[in-house]
């Protein structure tokens, strides 16, 4: 699969583009602005763009503050800092404030690599899943980023983006119409449905394409919105798939397939099989190597799906 | 259970480049008849605190200590020196007022209702289900209510992001943030201290509430906070040291913060936990303690004359 720039790159050039087209918007960084691409926004908007310094908690209350004046806010830092350090700021100025502020949080995943676990944010989505009130959208390349940053801009209220640091594989040609709080389904299948986002689309794609030379037709979801959840998609898949497999590359416990598995217990019960890092604390290596040690690859969703469909009933 | 959600936050509002023709500027009176004399600012005072007493007794909880000892600071505040429009409680030209110390609700929601954002029998119904005056400022269902704040040390950081915007709008609006002595402990405090001075706020006043009590004691015992007046200086703001019960320092501190340029300004005032009622004063335990009916009678007796 072809890469495309890395999520964080789009989100920072698609800032650019909003900068230029609504004076209204303003970005805030904590000393990462390099790292989380902002700096293409502070070089063109210096007059817009303020920095915290090593200070995220402070970050959030000053950008619900502008927030509060009328400002659209993104404030960015990596995954592990936001939501990690400043959980607070954002369950009581963001979350129940209702504060127009888009949290753009980069390195997000187990995908951060060398710099090891103290960098790996794999508990973000269950963090912020616990916040009512912030949209959650986890984009898997260059083109959803870009849609994901437009979005977030457009729309009132809090938003959480969850942004990758390596170059991420292309998914999409730009033909795609990206609706919030709809799944996009990338393959259509009867057998078995992946639910993906972020990385996990990429390697659901290619488990999907093994599955097929094996005679099981699988059908894939980009879920890229997982708050709002799409419940309509996930129990049509339910119902006409009869297996469900959920890719994610976070923690098992209360991330994308939390939230799956909610819908599908409430609504129609089928077996899910989960593609997540077991509770544990991510280490240093290169990022391929670290997806295949800590089970998040193609082939671990292929053998998901064997196991997801010898459990029908 | 549904709560009025009145004056959402972050409505966009229109962009403004100009200071000249900015409908952010201005002169326009909120309260017409700004009272004229300390003499009326103490009859204010002293029907804050009645209401304050009243409100927690009839609610069971609440913080009556850290609500008493700022009365004067927020009279000041809404009925001497901001501008703002109660009956238009997002005009954009308004001065913001941003109660960090968010457990000092009472304070807020007497001097809010008396000002005119709702009805005085609003303050019937703190703390119940589906009241809009919450234990703590809740920004969606309490007019003149800012930010929602009750979770120490973030609204001082709020007041920054106020202060930052009014700046980028060159709207001339000030940002005021009543921030406490054990609120001082946070480290965020001190992150949103570094921020103002680092961008030079001069449109941001604080006022500390220095009471010198927190929960499990005086300050200098649970954790100390001095040199406080010297904490502040050294992060770049102006500050002054008032006692927080006189109108007239309290005033003067206000109007010479308002002509400090390139610069925050911090005023600490020293106040007394729980004054104005003798057997709350100084008294740890009336941080998170309701009066008892018979506490209230006594109290009210005692706050009759200014
Ligand atoms: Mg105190």
């Not at chain 1, 209360?254 to 409430?266: H, L, M, P, R, Y």
């Amino acid at each position: 699969m072809k890469l495309g720039m890395a999520t964080r790159e789009a989100y920072g050039r698609t800032l650019v583009a909003l900068g230029r087209e609504n004076p209204n918007v303003v970005v805030l960084d904590a000393d990462l602005a390099k790292s989380t691409m902002t700096k293409m926004f502070a070089d063109e908007f210096p007059e817009r763009f303020f920095d915290s310094g090593v200070a995220e908690q402070n970050m959030v209350g000053m950008a619900a503050g502008l927030a509060s004046c009328g400002k659209i806010v993104f404030a960015s830092s990596f995954a592990v800092f936001l939501p990690g350090r400043c959980f607070d700021q954002l369950r009581m100025s963001v979350a129940y404030s209702g504060t127009n502020v888009k949290l753009a949080a980069t390195h997000a995943g187990i995908t951060v690599g060398e710099d090891g676990a103290s960098h790996q944010a794999i508990e973000d989505v269950a963090l912020i899943r616990s916040l009512p009130g912030i949209k959650i959208i986890v984009p898997a390349d260059e083109l959803a980023a870009a849609w994901a940053t437009r979005v977030a801009a457009s729309n009132d209220g809090p938003f959480y983006l969850r942004l990758g640091r390596p170059k991420s594989p292309l998914i999409y040609a730009g033909e795609e119409r990206f609706a919030l709080g709809k799944a996009i389904e990338l393959r259509d299948g009867g057998d078995a449905t992946i639910i993906a986002n972020g990385r996990m689309v990429a390697e659901a794609l290619a488990a999907a394409d093994v599955c097929a030379s094996d005679g099981i037709a699988v059908r894939v979801l980009d879920l890229h919105t997982v708050e709002p959840i799409d419940r309509e998609a996930i129990v049509k898949a339910a119902v006409e798939t009869g297996a469900i497999v959920v890719a994610e590359e976070h923690l098992l416990n209360g991330g994308t397939g939390s939230a799956v598995s909610q819908v599908v217990v409430e609504e129609y019960p089928v077996p899910i099989e989960f593609v997540a890092i077991r509770q544990c604390h991510g280490q240093s290596g290169d990022p391929d190597g670290l997806l295949r040690a800590y089970g998040l690859t193609a082939e671990h969703i292929v053998s998901a799906v064997q196991k997801a469909i010898a459990r029908k009933r | 259970m549904s709560l009025p959600y009145v004056g959402q936050p972050g409505t966009p509002t229109e962009q403004l480049t100009d200071g000249a023709d900015n409908p952010q500027n201005g002169t326009k009176p909120g309260l017409d008849s700004l009272p004229a004399s300390t003499a009326d600012l103490k009859r204010i005072a002293l029907e804050l605190r009645r209401q304050i007493v009243i409100m927690i007794g009839k609610a069971g909880s609440g913080h009556p200590g850290g609500s008493l000892s700022a009365v004067e600071i927020v009279t000041s505040l809404l009925f001497a020196v901001m501008r703002h429009d109660p009956a238009n409680p997002k005009w954009p030209g308004r001065d913001r007022l941003v109660l960090s110390k968010g457990h000092a609700a009472p304070v807020l929601y007497a001097a809010l209702a008396t000002a005119g954002y709702f009805p005085k029998d609003w303050l019937n119904s703190l703390r119940k289900i589906g009241s809009p005056l919450q234990g703590h400022p809740y920004a969606r269902s309490t007019p003149g209510v800012e930010i929602s704040t009750g979770s120490l040390g973030q609204g001082l950081s709020v007041a920054v992001g106020m202060a930052l915007a009014g700046r980028l709008d060159r709207a001339d609006y000030r940002v005021y943030a009543v921030v406490g002595d054990g609120e001082s402990d946070e480290g965020q405090i001190w992150e949103a201290a570094m921020a103002a001075g680092h961008y030079r706020l001069d449109n941001l006043v604080g006022i500390l509430d220095y009471n010198g009590l927190q929960i499990d004691g005086p300050n200098r015992e649970v954790m100390n906070v001095e040199p406080l007046a010297d904490k502040w200086r050294s992060f770049g703001w102006h500050v002054q040291e008032v006692d927080g019960h006189d109108f007239a320092q309290l005033l003067s501190a206000l109007a010479t913060a308002a002509d400090v340029k390139g610069q925050p300004s911090m005023i600490v005032a020293r106040t007394t936990k729980g004054k104005g009622v003798s057997f709350m004063e100084n008294v740890v335990d009336f941080h998170g303690k309701a009066p008892t009916a018979e506490q209230v009678e006594l109290a009210l007796r005692e706050l009759i004359d200014v």
